[in-house]
């Protein structure tokens, strides 16, 4: 793949039978967990989240779980949550698993990757090119000398490209999802 750091090699990993959500997790789902736990989240211990201003990261006072990639209230909660640590993530999984049957967890970075990729060796679950029609990126910086594709600036409500081979939906863009490891 290009763009590869040196420390990233292509190797074999086996992993076992694991679950994942079919899509990020929402405002809307976080808010139920914040709703009816006593969690504070680390930006609202803390007081601020980090956000792009277009140019660089920047601290923002009053930024937390409940804002979009701007710092303002997300409104549309149908959008994934952003502002969460890894720590929040990890206690979001540990409420879920205490209204389900099963272990709820981060994957494994070597569980992610294989469901981002469902079952294909390309570099994008798409091929060989991921286009703004397919993930939500910055189109402005393609993939090798691809066309430049549009840029949102902005999440997008979660479900809004299509799925991979396996159904799971936004594994590439909109994002940064954590990683047990």
Same mark, same amino acid.
């Given at each position: 793949?290009?763009?590869?750091?040196?420390?990233?090699?292509?190797?074999?990993?086996?992993?076992?039978?694991?679950?994942?959500?079919?899509?990020?997790?929402?405002?809307?789902?976080?808010?139920?967990?914040?709703?009816?736990?006593?969690?504070?989240?680390?930006?609202?211990?803390?007081?601020?989240?980090?956000?792009?201003?277009?140019?660089?990261?920047? /601290?923002?006072?009053?930024?937390?779980?409940?804002?979009?990639?701007?710092?303002?209230?997300?409104?549309?909660?149908?959008?994934?949550?952003?502002?969460?640590?890894?720590? /929040?993530?990890?206690?979001?999984?540990?409420?879920?698993?205490?209204?389900?049957?099963?272990?709820? $967890?981060?994957?494994?970075?070597?569980?992610?990757?294989?469901?981002?990729?469902?079952?294909?060796?390309?570099?994008?679950?798409?091929?060989?090119?991921?286009?703004?029609?397919?993930?939500?990126?910055?189109?402005?910086?393609?993939? $090798?000398?691809?066309?430049?594709?549009?840029?949102?600036?902005?999440?997008?409500?979660?479900?809004?490209?299509?799925?991979?081979?396996?159904?799971?939906?936004?594994?590439?863009?909109?994002?940064?999802?954590?990683?047990?490891?």
């Amino acid at each position: 793949e290009d763009d590869r750091r040196k420390d990233e090699t292509q190797h074999q990993v086996k992993v076992n039978d694991f679950y994942m959500t079919k899509h990020p997790i929402t405002v809307a789902q976080f808010e139920s967990f914040m709703r009816e736990s006593d969690y504070r989240t680390d930006a609202e211990r803390q007081g601020k989240s980090r956000i792009w201003d277009g140019r660089k990261w920047k /601290d923002r006072s009053g930024v937390t779980w409940r804002c979009d990639v701007k710092g303002e209230i997300q409104k549309d909660k149908s959008h994934p949550v952003i502002h969460v640590s890894w720590n /929040d993530a990890s206690a979001y999984c540990k409420w879920l698993t205490g209204r389900m049957a099963d272990l709820c $967890r981060l994957p494994t970075e070597a569980e992610w990757e294989y469901a981002c990729r469902a079952g294909t060796t390309t570099p994008f679950n798409t091929g060989d090119n991921l286009t703004t029609e397919q993930a939500n990126y910055n189109g402005n910086y393609p993939y $090798r000398n691809f066309p430049k594709g549009k840029y949102l600036g902005k999440t997008a409500p979660v479900g809004s490209y299509p799925p991979n081979n396996w159904g799971l939906c936004d594994m590439h863009g909109n994002v940064w999802e954590w990683c047990s490891d």
